[in-house]
Antibody, heavy 123, light 107 residues
């Protein structure tokens, strides 16, 4: 079964750090670009970060540049998001998502999503 | 950045109704548009890609149309499982933006 499972949920103080992980299974992870999308409580979806299938290209939305780092380990079928200098506005459910189409980067919709992991930023 | 505007934000309908949701782009995006369904506590589920292509496994009562700046998602006969929130998304650029969502509620 094709599946993405996020982990790393936590409560952190403003200014703190947290690392999210996404474990992929059921498909050739190294062939697909991956994305993080977040959803603040009661709000819509926001694209946060992306990494190409081979890790050679990355993208960050302006609001997280310099604070978040996306990475992947294709030998372990794992996607990560290292989050630093967290702000209250970063509080959200974070989803990892697979971009459809082998080798595509920003060219396709997201065909597989995880169940999400909650990040709470509060003092 | 390209802005995506969905309407309505909330829609009340009954089982069996034909439902249409609109998504407008702030500039032409050709057919680079996807539609997703999201239920509470779950990740989104891809319904339509490239404006009108039905994702594998999605019921045929869902259809998409449009190009350029105006797009629609239609549910031909609303089923109990379809009460959810729907999002459009522009892709194929470094500005991957979502619409604000349309919640389909039971009338």
């Amino acid at each position: 079964e094709v599946q993405l499972v996020e982990s790393g949920e936590g409560l952190v103080q403003p200014g703190g750090s947290l690392r999210l992980s996404c474990a992929a299974s059921g498909f050739t992870f190294s062939s697909y670009s991956m994305h993080w999308v977040r959803q603040a409580p009661g709000k819509g979806l926001e694209h946060v970060s992306a990494i190409s299938y081979n890790g050679g290209s990355t993208y960050y939305v302006d609001s997280v540049k310099g604070r978040f780092t996306i990475s992947r380990d294709n030998s372990k079928n794992t996607l990560s998001l290292q989050m630093g200098s967290l702000r209250p506005e970063d509080m959200a459910v974070y989803y990892c998502a697979r971009e459809a189409g082998r080798g595509s980067y920003f060219g396709n919709a997201f065909d597989i999503w995880g169940q999400g992991t909650m990040v709470t930023v509060s003092s | 950045d390209i802005q995506m505007t969905q309407s309505p934000s909330t829609l009340s309908a009954s089982v069996g109704d034909r439902v249409t949701i609109t998504c407008r782009a702030s500039q032409s995006i050709s057919s680079w548009l996807a539609w997703y369904q999201q239920k509470p506590g779950k990740g989104p589920n891809l319904l339509i890609y490239k404006a009108s292509s039905l994702e594998s496994g999605v019921p045929s009562r869902f259809s998409g149309s449009g190009s350029g700046t105006e797009f629609t998602l239609t549910i031909s006969s609303l089923q109990p499982d379809d009460f959810a929130t729907y999002y459009c998304q522009h892709y194929n650029s470094y500005s991957l933006t979502f619409g604000g969502g349309t919640k389909v509620e039971i009338k």
